[in-house]
């Protein structure tokens, strides 16, 4: 089955320094990748979509000088938090599609720390 | 804007019991629901799914309900088992977007 590999599971890091995750699929080629974003005890809240080769949508509210997409191929999608402030600790998970309309496969996230 | 169930309410069942867990959303435009389960810090996991087009789908001890008239989802567990216990969420997509939007969840406590 599609299986999308995220990088790292968890992280800490130093107030205003910035993070990347890498979110991957392994076995098929992703044309579409989400972000979401997660706070504990709360349901996923989306913040971008990307497509290969252009610019990611950013969900209303989402910073996007912030918060950098790049899915520079179809199989890697990267998630730039930069400035990190403490505020950003938070659980992010990405998931990945085919292009089919229905096919959505996640990654296991990485629960990053901002000290 | 439109949204799917926001909430997170607990059930607690007891082992071999079945559970029900609700959603309810409000984009009458969705045409595909899924339902996942997410154990503390993990991703999501697929569960089962359903289209628009279908009430009823059944896998392997789980049911999904979808009633477009009330704009109603319900997942059932059939047996629940103590690694059934987890935070269980309903998505939908909306057909103009390509994008999942997530309801609030639940939260299953299997007792022993």
């Known amino acids: 089955g599609a299986v999308v590999s995220q990088h790292p599971s968890w992280v800490i890091c130093k107030s205003g320094t910035s993070v990347k995750i890498e979110c991957r699929s392994l076995?098929?080629?992703?044309?579409?990748m989400f972000w979401y974003r997660q706070f504990p005890k709360q349901s996923l809240m989306l913040m971008a979509t990307s497509n290969e080769g252009s610019k990611a949508t950013y969900e209303q509210g989402v910073e996007k000088d912030k918060f950098l997409i790049n899915h520079a191929s179809l199989t890697l999608s990267t998630l730039t938090v930069t400035s990190a402030h403490p505020e950003d600790s938070s659980f992010y998970i990405c998931?990945?599609?085919?292009?089919?309309?229905?096919?959505?496969?996640f990654g296991s996230g990485t629960r990053l720390t901002v000290v | 804007g439109e949204s799917v169930g926001l909430h997170l309410p607990t059930l607690s069942v007891q082992e071999g019991d079945n559970s029900i867990i609700n959603c309810a959303y409000s984009n009458s435009a969705s045409d595909y629901f899924i339902w996942y389960k997410q154990e503390s810090g993990k991703g999501p996991q697929f569960i089962i799914d359903?289209?628009?087009?279908?009430d009823k789908r059944q896998g392997q001890r789980v049911t999904v309900l979808l009633n477009k008239t009330v704009k109603h989802l319900s997942l059932q567990i059939a047996a629940t088992q103590p690694g059934d216990s987890a935070v269980y969420f309903c998505a939908e997509n909306t057909a103009a977007g390509n994008k999942l939007t997530f309801g609030g969840g639940t939260r299953v406590l299997v007792k022993p």
């Open positions: 998931s990945a599609g085919d292009g089919g309309k229905y096919g959505y496969t």
């Open positions: 359903i289209r628009s087009n279908m």
């Open positions: 076995d098929f080629q992703a044309t579409t």
